[in-house]
């Protein structure tokens, strides 16, 4: 009996122990990376690179899911409300975490409390763009000329960042401007392309390649300083357009209430995945400046871009809807 109960005692200490490396083993399934904007733009691209270094850090696949729509917040609630196991994260930005909310009267989720912060991926800057065979030259013929005359500009979306680069821009030089927003970068260069818009504002990646091709031209970008990839291209604020400094901001969030274990883990995957050489080229190539943070961090980051962005809202007499 006592041989017996030898045997089952150390079966059932056993199990315990084979039963907690079953839970400490996370992931132990593919992980879906949902993006609130349509394939091609710039958060778009950012996800399906870093999508490659976390499942090399996390050794399970990590795929990515377009939830398209509303600025994002489609997305955004999406996950929001997705089971908080750790298998669903989000690549969330200013555009789907601060602007749009403050821009909506009614959202499904809260925009910080609904979510588990994991870490920022890093930013990148903003561009001002006419077409190719445009009449404006240069930035300073294109704000004379709003100045007089209502122009319309494109952006990926309402609440996106080009659209509040777009609306700041206006406030800082006079200008009269229409907004006409479109479902993602794709569609918005495409009309700035075809003429059907007098310029546009968009994010540097998805706008880079038909910079670098000729199909569209960039006047100005918003960041403080010129960028390696566009060396020739000025700084809004060079051509007088002082204060307008924009960068938007990339992130790896999850649904709130994901265990601190598994928050370790994603946490630990996201910065490894940043210091990965490849990992890193690719985003530089597509003119992400890398800003690799952790859990509090990107909380602390989120708080002060909100207050910054009910700033600028409040100024440009924008009202929620």
């Not at 917040?73 to 994260?89: C, E």
């Not at 260069?189 to 960039?218: C, E, I, W, Y």
Request: charged fraction near 20%; aromatic fraction near 6%; avoid cysteine.
């Amino acid at each position: 009996m006592k041989f017996k109960t030898w045997i089952a005692a150390t079966a059932g200490a056993l199990a315990i122990t084979l039963g907690g490396s079953a839970a400490a083993a996370f992931p132990d399934q593919p992980l879906r990376f949902v993006v609130g904007f349509p394939p091609g733009g710039s958060t778009d691209i950012v996800a399906r690179v870093l999508a490659e270094g976390l499942s090399r850090e996390l050794g399970q696949p990590v795929v990515v899911e377009n939830k398209a729509g509303a600025g994002g917040t489609i997305g955004a609630s999406t996950v929001a409300h997705a089971k908080p196991d750790g298998y669903t994260i989000f690549l969330g930005t200013v555009a789907t975490n601060v602007i749009n909310p403050l821009l909506r009267k009614e959202l499904n989720f809260d925009p910080i409390k609904g979510f588990t912060m994991i870490g920022e991926v890093g930013f990148y800057t903003n561009l001002v763009l006419v077409n190719a065979d445009s009449k404006y030259r240069d930035l300073g013929a294109l704000i004379a000329d709003a100045k007089q005359r209502q122009l319309s500009y494109s952006s990926p979306g309402a609440g996106t960042s080009p659209h509040m680069t777009g609306e700041y821009f206006k406030i800082l030089t006079g200008s009269k401007m229409q907004h006409i927003p479109f479902s993602g970068s794709g569609p918005a260069l495409t009309a700035l392309m075809g003429s059907h818009v007098d310029l546009g504002f968009d994010n540097l990646p998805a706008a880079l390649s038909l910079v670098q091709a000729g199909k569209v031209r960039a006047l100005a970008i918003t960041s403080t300083t010129r960028i390696k990839e566009l060396p020739d291209v000025p700084t809004a604020e060079e051509l007088g357009v002082k204060n307008m400094s924009v960068d938007a901001w990339v992130s790896v969030m999850g649904p709130a209430g994901i265990p601190a274990d598994r928050l370790s883990v994603l946490s630990s995957a996201l910065l490894k995945a940043l210091a990965q050489p490849d990992i890193v080229r690719k985003l530089e190539d597509k003119a992400i400046t890398i800003k690799a943070t952790r859990p509090e961090e990107l909380q602390d980051y989120v708080e002060s871009e909100t207050r910054k962005w009910r700033g600028v809202i409040e100024t440009a007499g924008i009202k929620p809807e």
